[in-house]
């Protein structure tokens, strides 16, 4: 990803289903205590699921969240939605 993301016209890109083969969203509001992070959010530029791709390159933290919600699996978006107005106090991110 690093790498990637400071070569000259390089693209990095996560690919991942929405969910896990038990239904859980992968993509969360929040990471749980003691998750293991092996990127930074600055390194991160294309998201893909299987209901899109984003591109999440100097996108500030609303417009990031938007985005990831608009390719979750639809059963979890609501949820996610609910998350994003708690910790942003609105529904009308633009992206």
Not at 8 to 25: D, H, R
Not at 54 to 78: C, F, T, W
Request: zero cysteines; charged letters at 20%; a positive charge.
């Amino acid at each position: 990803m690093r790498g990637a993301s400071l070569s000259e016209g390089g693209k990095p890109i996560i690919a991942l289903t929405s969910t896990t083969k038990t239904g859980v969203s992968r993509i969360v509001p929040f990471l749980k205590q003691g998750a293991g992070v092996v990127t930074t959010r600055g390194h991160v530029h294309y998201i893909a699921t299987e209901y899109g791709m984003v591109n999440l390159y100097g996108k500030n933290m609303e417009q990031r969240a938007r985005l990831l919600i608009s390719i979750a699996h639809p059963a979890h978006r609501d949820a996610l939605e609910r998350a994003y107005y708690d910790r942003f106090g609105t529904m009308t991110g633009a992206v």
